[in-house]
Structures are given as C-alpha cells and as structure tokens.
C-alpha cells in the first residue's frame, strides 16, 4: 500500500486529508508535521510514496525544501525542471531552473527554483490575481520571464 507524509499547517486539514484517504481506501497517512523543517527527517526515516505539503509555507519556502532535500535525488530535480516555465533562451542563462505554476479563472501563479552558473540559488515567485477580469497570461509569463533573466544578470 502506498504511504503518504504530510506537511501542514492546520491540524484539521490534515484529519480531514486523513479521513477522505480512509474513507477511499487510499494511501495511508504515515507521519503529518506542521512544521516543513520537522518533516525532513521524517521522510528520510520512512520513505513515503507521496509527501503533500501545504502551500501555505509559502512558494519560497516549499521550493527551498525542495532544492536542499532534492540535492541526492536527481529524479526530484529533473521532475521540477521538465518544464522550466520560461523560454529556452532565457533557461540557458542558467545552471538549472526548476517550475511549478498554476492558473485558475481570475489567478495565475509561477515559482522558479534558480541556480546561477556560479552555484548561487534563488527563487523567483509571482502571482497575479483579479476574479474581475480575465488574466493575460501571456504578459505575465513575459514579466516573470523578464525578472529572471534580469535575476541572471544580476551580481
């Protein structure tokens, strides 16, 4: 049976997570943490299927576990660089580039996991949102894009 840790911040979400996967028999909740910090050294002593984590940590802070807990896991990096989010002009500029973005009616969000070709990493993370009126999506990958290769320039 497939195992899942999870990381959040509100106990009730984790009782309710954990009720929704017993009712469904699915996978069963081994560990839950409401600190990101507390949840390294449990998913390195249980080896979950899954590790959910709350985005409510914060884009920065989820794509820094990820850097620092994905660093002997290549598989891990190579799933967040799949696609790098912006042009790959503006990805060559850098050693690596990992994304995760998302969208709905009214809200657009992307997060950059970056590593200069000198080692340094950085995070850039943006989101737009108004339910008023619809989104364009392409001036906003345009300006994310923009603040990246600027990033990369940067000393």
Excluded at 1 to 7: D, E, L
Excluded at 74 to 98: E, F, H, K, M, T
Aim: charged content about 20%; overall charge neutral; aromatic content about 6%.
């Amino acid at each position: 049976m497939s195992t899942v840790v999870v990381c959040d911040t509100e106990p009730i979400a984790i009782e309710g997570l954990r009720c929704l996967l017993e009712i469904h028999n699915g996978p069963r909740i081994v560990a839950t943490q409401t600190a990101i910090e507390e949840s390294v050294e449990v998913v390195r002593e249980l080896r979950p299927s899954l590790l959910v984590v709350d985005r409510g940590f914060g884009a920065h802070v989820v794509m820094d576990w990820l850097r620092i807990n994905s660093a002997s896991n290549p598989n891990a990096r190579a799933i967040l660089s799949r696609n790098p989010g912006i042009g790959p002009d503006n990805a060559a500029r850098w050693q690596y580039v990992g994304f995760k973005g998302g969208s709905e009616p009214g809200v657009i969000s992307m997060t950059l996991l970056l590593q200069s070709k000198a080692g340094k990493w950085q995070v850039l993370s943006g989101t737009w949102n108004n339910p008023s009126a619809g989104l364009d999506e392409g001036r906003f990958i345009g300006l994310l894009t923009r603040a990246a290769e600027l990033a990369a320039q940067a000393k």
